[in-house]
Nanobody, 115 residues
Framework: QVQLVESGGGLVQAGGSLRLSCAAS????????MGWYRQAPGKQRELVAV???????IYADSVKGRSTISRDNRKNTVDLQMNSLKPEDTAVYYC?????????WGQGTQVTVSS
């Protein structure tokens, strides 16, 4: 079993920054990718940014240039630095881990950006 613990969400004004962190623990085999998704009220969950086991990154167009995803392979953590936040970034952000043993989601952390 794998546990994902997220932290770093909160309330921020438009133009501000937040850093989300996700720590994975448990029986983790070869990691295919870790990353962040988000779900706003009334909308489907969408990809924000992911980083593969080889270090390649993928960003949603909506956050590209404003966000940076990074990973610590030794600690099995993944961070998402978000800058120049906009009200439309408001959502619950979920950490996701995919490894050869399965797919896991965190419990989610709320990010609210006020205008």
């Amino acid at each position: 079993q794998v546990q994902l613990v997220e932290s770093g969400g909160g309330l921020v004004q438009a133009g501000g920054s937040l850093r989300l962190s996700c720590a994975a623990s448990g029986s983790i085999f070869s990691i295919m990718f870790m990353g962040w998704y988000r779900q706003a009220p009334g909308k489907q969950r969408e990809l924000v940014a992911v980083i593969t086991g080889g270090g390649s990154t993928i960003y949603a167009d909506s956050v590209k240039g404003r966000s940076t995803i990074s990973r610590d392979n030794r600690k099995n953590t993944v961070d998402l630095q978000m800058n120049s936040l906009k009200p439309e970034d408001t959502a619950v952000y979920y950490c996701k881990l995919v490894h050869t043993g399965g797919t896991y989601w965190g419990q989610g952390t709320q990010v609210t950006v006020s205008s």
